[in-house]
């Protein structure tokens, strides 16, 4: 239902922190809470307004009190607060889809003494778009940590006059066959072979194994994996944007703006599906009332259940 890109350029300025680093100025555990709620509004709205839907329903249906069917005004009121900011997005754009149709569905089955299934249908609409939400936040902390685990500068060796030194060169900047040196608590920049010294690399942000690997001269070394013994140098075989963990990062980041086939369609069809859904549902109104010579409350109400029934979740 969103289309959301990632932003790169925001990922790098918070991924590339020092590894190890201590954290400054950590938030309290009361400020992430609310931090939390404020980020995963709907997805906690949606759950209140599940709970006063099924807690009004037991209490005016099963125990008959008066008191339940304001639990689901309640909830009804809570659904069309998240809904009507979605359908107002839409309509912003001069557009009409699923968002619209719900909150129009869900409004007429209130304004014609219903409003369990309005409440319902829109629970079931925040609800879902409140899991997105959640499953969007996960895979970029995701692609942020991935990001973390390359390091911003590596020492290379230059010769100048004859002298060998170490410089300090910014990651981007290696090239094939620049000599590295990785020195012990320190992650390799890029994949490299090692060509001086042997060590132990920690390679579990990588492979998942969780004992270190011994590596000798002629090893390979996967880049964001960590040197836990002695001092290395390696011969860089990639570049940073050809690395093993730049590859996964691109794999995991084209997998999070894939849509499936059956998501593309359904997008694709939702403006014309809402249309096609709101003419069938005035026809229907006509229909019944001059056409069948209904009155027009039951006319309305049939063209307004059509409309529910219509609605995706419903569907789904």
Same mark, same amino acid.
Request: charged letters at 20%; glycine letters at 8%.
């Given at each position: 239902?969103?289309?959301?890109?990632?932003?790169?350029?925001?990922?790098?300025?918070?991924?590339?922190?020092?590894?190890?680093?201590? %954290?400054?100025?950590?938030?309290? @555990?009361?400020?992430? $809470?609310?931090? &939390?709620?404020?980020?995963?509004?709907?997805?906690?709205?949606?759950?209140?307004?599940?709970?006063?839907?099924?807690?009004?329903?037991?209490?005016?249906? #099963? #125990?008959?009190?008066?008191?339940?069917? &304001?639990?689901?005004?309640?909830?009804?009121?809570?659904?069309?607060? *998240?809904?009507?900011?979605?359908?107002?997005?839409?309509?912003?754009?001069?557009?009409?889809?699923?968002?619209?149709?719900?909150?129009?569905?869900?409004?007429?089955?209130? &304004?014609?003494?219903?409003?369990?299934?309005?409440?319902?249908?829109? *629970?079931? *609409?925040?609800?879902?778009?409140?899991?997105?939400?959640?499953?969007?936040?996960? +895979?970029?902390?995701?692609?942020?940590?991935?990001?973390?685990?390359?390091?911003?500068?590596?020492?290379?060796?230059?010769?100048?006059?004859?002298?060998?030194?170490?410089?300090?060169?910014? #990651?981007?900047? /290696?090239?094939?066959?620049?000599?590295?040196?990785?020195? @012990?608590?320190?992650?390799?920049?890029?994949? %490299?072979?090692?060509?001086?010294?042997?060590?132990?690399?920690?390679?579990?942000?990588?492979?998942?194994? $969780?004992? @270190?690997?011994?590596?000798?001269?002629?090893?390979?070394? *996967?880049?964001?994996?960590?040197?836990?013994?002695?001092?290395?140098?390696?011969?860089?075989?990639?570049?940073?944007?050809?690395?093993? /963990? #730049?590859?996964?990062?691109?794999?995991?980041?084209?997998?999070?703006?894939?849509?499936?086939?059956?998501?593309?369609?359904?997008?694709?069809?939702?403006?014309?599906?809402?249309? %096609?859904?709101?003419?069938?549902?005035?026809?229907?109104?006509?229909?019944?009332?001059?056409?069948?010579?209904?009155?027009?409350?039951?006319?309305?109400?049939?063209?307004? +259940?059509?409309?529910?029934?219509?609605?995706?979740?419903?569907?789904?």
């Amino acid at each position: 239902r969103r289309e959301e890109t990632l932003d790169m350029a925001e990922i790098s300025s918070v991924g590339v922190a020092k590894v190890g680093a201590p %954290a400054m100025n950590a938030p309290a @555990p009361a400020a992430e $809470s609310r931090s &939390w709620l404020i980020a995963h509004l709907e997805l906690v709205g949606a759950i209140v307004a599940g709970a006063l839907l099924g807690l009004g329903f037991v209490l005016s249906r #099963a #125990a008959n009190l008066d008191f339940g069917s &304001w639990l689901i005004w309640a909830s009804l009121a809570i659904g069309m607060i *998240f809904g009507t900011r979605a359908a107002w997005e839409t309509l912003r754009k001069v557009r009409v889809d699923i968002d619209v149709l719900m909150i129009v569905g869900a409004g007429l089955a209130a &304004w014609i003494g219903h409003p369990t299934e309005g409440a319902l249908l829109l *629970f079931l *609409f925040i609800l879902s778009s409140g899991l997105e939400d959640l499953a969007m936040e996960r +895979t970029n902390r995701e692609v942020k940590a991935l990001h973390a685990l390359l390091p911003t500068e590596a020492l290379v060796r230059r010769e100048k006059n004859g002298v060998v030194e170490w410089v300090g060169v910014a #990651a981007e900047e /290696l090239a094939t066959g620049d000599i590295l040196k990785i020195r @012990p608590g320190e992650r390799a920049p890029v994949d %490299a072979r090692v060509v001086s010294g042997e060590s132990s690399m920690d390679q579990s942000a990588i492979t998942g194994e $969780s004992v @270190p690997r011994h590596v000798v001269v002629g090893d390979e070394l *996967f880049a964001g994996t960590i040197n836990t013994d002695d001092p290395l140098e390696a011969v860089v075989l990639r570049p940073v944007s050809e690395s093993s /963990l #730049a590859r996964i990062l691109n794999l995991v980041t084209s997998a999070r703006e894939l849509r499936e086939p059956v998501q593309r369609t359904i997008d694709r069809l939702g403006q014309p599906y809402t249309i %096609a859904v709101f003419a069938i549902g005035i026809a229907t109104l006509l229909i019944w009332r001059y056409g069948l010579g209904r009155e027009w409350v039951d006319a309305t109400t049939t063209a307004i +259940t059509l409309l529910i029934v219509a609605s995706p979740c419903a569907l789904v």
